[in-house]
């Protein structure tokens, strides 16, 4: 038997999956969650010593016989949380997240002194927003200078596995493209937004690596505490929405992956780099090569989990409420900003229930409109890939929203796409295992990613959904209304 292993740390939980290359299955899996320091001031962080748990936990799950045929491991991670280490490796401080929004002042310093938004955009191809890591760098040197002096090495939550298990200091362009210190065109570090948070930061920043280039081999001391052998190549890895990428296949252009998870995600694979920072869509590169221009939400399940335990339902039990109800709820909108939001830019935005009248205020409604708010939020990233000129064929559909067969069909309908969803669940996990496999092969000769990808990423055709076009024309209708409402609600929050 032959195998890899891919690696996901989220937001919420790391998993581990053996994933066997010949036979093109998952043989094994393991997981364990993960907690999260929470405050109202908009703080979300974690702390390094979990995620150090974390991999001891789900390797610790795995059979010994299973971890022995594991030839090369690739890791996913959540973007953008910045992990400050000293000279001796040991966390400064907390990681704070992508979803913590207390930076605000500091992504309006940086903007400041670097000219504006406009000239962020072009020094970066993205805006400097509060999910990045680069707010996050310069909010621990204003808030934390002690740390902020004995600072070394500047990680991101996948490069941090990727030290634990080769003790090599790297980053790939993918994940770079989402710290708000890379120019994502030229594929390298930015000195002048750098220079504004310190002088010393672009020294000591990683040395930059192909995203087909290996990351390391693992240590003999990380194969003695995980239990997987020594000396396996341990590949680039990348953020967890570039392994998406992977794991859904959407490594050439026409295909999009659609992530409803936490957050939700939308991103599709360039061969040129595209962006469009005022709409949401930020210009990343990809873990692959090319580039993948992405929007995000910082509310997704998010706003389904609330509206579920307002009303004490099961997830199924949602489900079948909001089946209750019509094409646009009636009306009923949720603006699902609990956690302020990205996309638009109000990191302190509000959520709310609106459209309610004396003959539309019910569960059902309230419960459609949470699933389709979430879809919403993602239309308009939809509209700007079609601007920038991208012609998208079909969604791929992961997350926790594509177990959910009605939330399936209000994406093709809102979206006005077929949506597909993957055969094999896991996708992040699954990518960091096929890119483990795509470092595997190109040690020995020239692999082709694409390729690799139409060989190992299937679809399950029982859970394909296709459009209704009488859905998508009240869909249009209701998408308007929506838009209309989050335009005229979100000066309230600036």
């Not at 969650?33 to 991999?55: N, T």
């Not at 500091?106 to 072009?122: F, H, P």
């Not at 249009?476 to 000066?491: C, D, I, M």
Request: contains cysteine.
């Amino acid at each position: 038997m032959k195998t890899v292993a891919g690696i996901d740390l989220g937001t919420q939980s790391m998993k581990v999956v053996i994933y066997d290359y010949e036979k093109k299955e998952i043989i094994e899996k393991a997981s364990c969650p993960m907690d999260l320091i929470s405050e109202s001031d908009g703080k979300r962080e974690q702390k390094a010593q979990w995620f150090d748990e974390g991999l001891e936990v789900c390797f610790g799950k795995l059979s010994a016989e299973n971890k022995k045929t594991i030839e090369a491991i690739g890791v996913s991670g959540q973007q953008h949380g910045f992990v400050p280490l000293d000279k001796d490796g040991k966390a400064l401080y907390n990681i704070k997240l992508w979803c913590d929004t207390s930076t605000t002042a500091e992504c309006e310093e940086i903007t400041k002194k670097a000219g504006g938004d406009n000239a962020v955009v072009d020094a970066l191809g993205n805006l400097m927003l509060t999910g990045f890591t680069a707010p996050k760098i310069l909010w621990l040197k204003k808030n934390k200078a002690d740390a902020f002096a004995a600072l070394k090495y500047i990680m991101l939550p996948h490069d941090y596995l990727n030290w634990k298990l080769t003790g090599n200091y790297v980053m790939e362009y993918g994940d770079a493209s989402g710290t708000a210190l890379f120019d994502s065109k030229n594929r390298c570090w930015s000195k002048k937004i750098c220079d504004i948070i310190d002088p010393k930061l672009i020294d000591i920043l990683p040395t930059l690596i192909e995203p087909s280039a290996p990351a390391g081999r693992v240590t003999s001391e990380a194969a003695s505490k995980y239990g997987i052998p020594a000396g396996i190549p341990v590949s680039a890895g990348g953020g967890d929405n570039m392994m998406g990428a992977i794991g859904t296949g959407t490594v050439a252009d026409g295909f999009l992956t659609m992530s409803m998870g936490t957050s939700g995600t939308l991103y599709g694979y360039s061969d040129k780099p595209i962006s469009d920072p005022a709409n949401g869509l930020s210009g990343f590169c990809s873990s692959t090569g090319g580039w993948l221009p992405l929007l995000c939400t910082m509310n997704c399940t998010v706003a389904t989990e609330f509206v579920r335990n307002l009303f004490q339902m099961e997830v199924k039990e949602l489900d079948a409420e909001a089946a209750k109800s019509p094409c646009g709820a009636e009306g009923v909108l949720v603006v699902p900003f609990f956690n302020g939001e990205r996309t638009p830019n109000l990191p302190n935005g509000k959520a709310s229930i609106t459209g309610l009248t004396s003959a539309n205020t019910n569960r059902a409604n309230i419960a459609r409109a949470s699933l389709e708010s979430a879809v919403f939020a993602m239309r308009g990233g939809l509209d700007a890939f079609r601007k920038l000129g991208f012609h998208p064929k079909e969604i791929r559909l992961i997350g926790g929203g594509s177990k959910s067969p009605i939330w399936r069909q209000i994406a093709a309908d809102v979206m006005n796409l077929p949506v597909r969803v993957p055969l094999l669940d896991e996708a992040a996990a699954l990518g960091g295992a096929v890119q483990a496999l795509w470092c595997l092969k190109n040690l020995t000769g020239k692999c082709d990613i694409v390729k690799l990808c139409a060989e190992h990423i299937k679809l399950d055709e029982k859970k394909s959904t296709n459009p209704i076009a009488d859905n998508v024309e009240k869909y249009n209708a209701a998408y308007k209304k929506y838009s209309e409402v989050v335009e005229t609600l979100s000066p309230l929050y600036r």
